[in-house]
């Protein structure tokens, strides 16, 4: 199984952008679905976006469609969340999880970070 390690988080204005990245070590990256979702102290875990190892097809939660993207590079084993137009709403911390199959559920993916913390200011 893949090792993950995320980075990119920081502050930002309500309105601004940030890159997420997660590298992952392992022979298996270019063939797991990856995710990314996020957990604020008052909140359980929830799921943000995820895409497959295979076609690239992408799904991503109501609350951030249109304004964050999901992408990957097997080259350099790295799948990447660009956000965009954020909102004090998207304050969390990010993690990126791996899985033999794209959804929405944490219970389908077996390999964690530790994630990033984002933090958006009104």
């Known amino acids: 199984q893949v090792k993950l390690v995320e980075s990119g988080g920081g502050l930002v204005q309500a309105g601004g952008s940030l890159r997420l990245s997660c590298v992952a070590s392992?022979?298996?990256?270019?063939?797991?679905?990856m995710g990314w979702f996020r957990q604020s102290p008052g909140k359980e875990r929830e799921f943000v976006a995820t895409i497959t190892g295979s076609d690239g097809w992408t799904y991503y939660a109501d609350s951030v469609k249109g304004r964050f993207t999901i992408s990957r590079d097997n080259a350099k084993n790295t799948v990447y969340l660009q956000m965009n137009s954020l909102k004090p709403e998207d304050t969390a911390v990010y993690y990126c999880?791996?899985?033999?199959?794209?959804?929405?559920?944490?219970?389908?993916?077996?390999?964690w970070g530790q994630g990033t913390q984002v933090t958006v200011s009104s």
């Open positions: 392992g022979r298996t990256f270019s063939s797991s679905a």
């Open positions: 999880a791996a899985g033999l199959t794209s959804s929405s559920q944490k219970t389908q993916y077996n390999t």
